[in-house]
């Protein structure tokens, strides 16, 4: 009986992986190999980064490993990836002529590599957006194969978009972001290297790993989820919820900062492939509007929309209690709302400075990005009024 029901499950739809990583190198002290990793793909390389990359001991090892194939380092990223950062970015890249781009940093130094790649095609940005804001007169341009490759090298523990074909950009006009979504965007080599996430600050091990917890559970109800993503997604889940205290405890503990990098590539290939909606969505305006680092909103919005959609979590709930570490008393939400606060993440959505008042407008905002759609119901307007009423 087990058997026929597994069979019956898998054969209502078909299952197909759209998105998978190019190359993955992992190695402790990988960034001295950087020169061998921009032979494959080009000839020399412009590194891009923020300042804290930059004015720390990782720059130096990037420096050191990429030797004479460095041709520039542009040290501009800020958070949420401004559009006029990514704009200098391309004007860089185009003065000091690489053909290659190494990323270094979080979420934001790899979002900026992807849309610094796609400004110096010189079209401009708009043809290449994915989302369902931007009016145009024709369908959105596919990127083509000549896009300058990128290699990322992580520096935080929920290295997630490293292997993503997504990324995205901050108009500072409308507070909104920019999305492109292309397999052309998946990075040429992701670069896991533990040495240089051991520098990673608290602050930003708790909120990426945190937020790699938070993508991993949007797979496991998310409308494309499949065994296969959620699969990998409780084994993230299981990974970062041990790797993460281990981290902030000891920074220099490199087998759980590899560890954390093991989950996030994880949840990263199971929501590139089941989808994330609700949590993302509206964690993506609230951080526009407001500059608040991304995860954040995330963890304070996922319980309200695990309980939302509890009865499309019950398949896997044994496996999810387990995953989370569930201790007597608690179900998997209260368990991630108890590691969420040892991290030392708020749990409202009034102590991160988002104003009530604001909510109809944020839900109107969320409602109309195209990955609500991979919610595993339709979630209007109204619900997410609530759902973020919940959280305020």
Not at 17 to 28: D, G, T, V
Not at 50 to 70: C, E, F, M, Q, S
Not at 309 to 327: I, N, W, Y
Request: proline residues 6%; neutral net charge.
């Amino acid at each position: 009986m087990q058997r026929m029901l597994l069979c019956a499950e898998t054969a209502v739809d078909p299952i197909i992986l759209r998105a998978w990583p190019k190359a993955l190198h992992i190695e402790r002290g990988g960034a001295a190999r950087l020169d061998e990793l921009v032979a494959r793909i080009g000839t020399r390389a412009m590194v891009v980064c923020g300042t804290t990359v930059a004015n720390g001991p990782i720059l130096g090892r990037v420096r050191g490993g990429l030797g004479d194939r460095l041709a520039a380092v542009f040290d501009g990223v800020r958070a949420h990836t401004p559009l006029d950062a990514v704009l200098a970015g391309a004007r860089a890249l185009a003065d000091c002529r690489a053909d290659v781009i190494v990323s270094v940093g979080g979420g934001s130094a790899t979002d900026a590599a992807k849309a610094i790649a796609i400004a110096a095609l010189g079209n401009g940005l708009d043809p290449y957006r994915s989302d369902a804001a931007v009016s145009r007169s024709g369908p959105r341009m596919q990127l083509p194969a000549g896009i300058a490759p990128h290699i990322a090298v992580p520096t935080v523990p929920g290295a997630g978009n490293v292997m993503l074909p997504t990324a995205g950009v901050l108009d500072p006009q409308t507070r909104a972001k920019f999305l492109f979504d292309d397999p052309a965007l998946i990075p040429k080599i992701a670069l896991l290297d533990a040495e240089l996430v051991a520098d990673c600050n608290a602050e930003l091990t708790a909120i990426t790993g945190i937020r790699s917890i938070v993508g991993a559970v949007e797979a496991l109800y998310a409308k494309g989820r499949n065994p296969f993503t959620s699969g990998l997604a409780l084994e993230s889940i299981r990974l970062m919820r041990e790797a993460l205290p281990a981290s902030l405890a000891e920074p220099g503990d490199l087998e759980a900062r590899e560890r954390s990098l093991f989950a996030a590539v994880m949840g990263t290939l199971a929501t590139m492939n089941a989808g994330v909606s609700v949590v993302h969505a509206a964690g993506l305006v609230i951080g526009g509007r407001y500059g608040i680092a991304h995860g954040v909103p995330h963890a304070v919005l996922l319980p309200h929309v695990m309980r939302a959609f509890a009865d499309v979590l019950e398949p896997v709930r044994a496996r999810l209690d387990s995953a989370l570490g569930v201790s007597a008393g608690e179900d998997a939400t209260t368990a991630f709302e108890r590691l969420s606060a040892s991290c030392g993440l708020p749990a409202r959505l009034c102590a991160i400075g988002v104003p009530q008042e604001d909510l109809p407008g944020i839900a109107k905002q969320t409602a109309a990005l195209a990955i609500m759609a991979l919610a595993p119901r339709p979630v209007g307007t109204n619900e997410l009024c609530v759902l973020l009423g919940a959280a305020w």
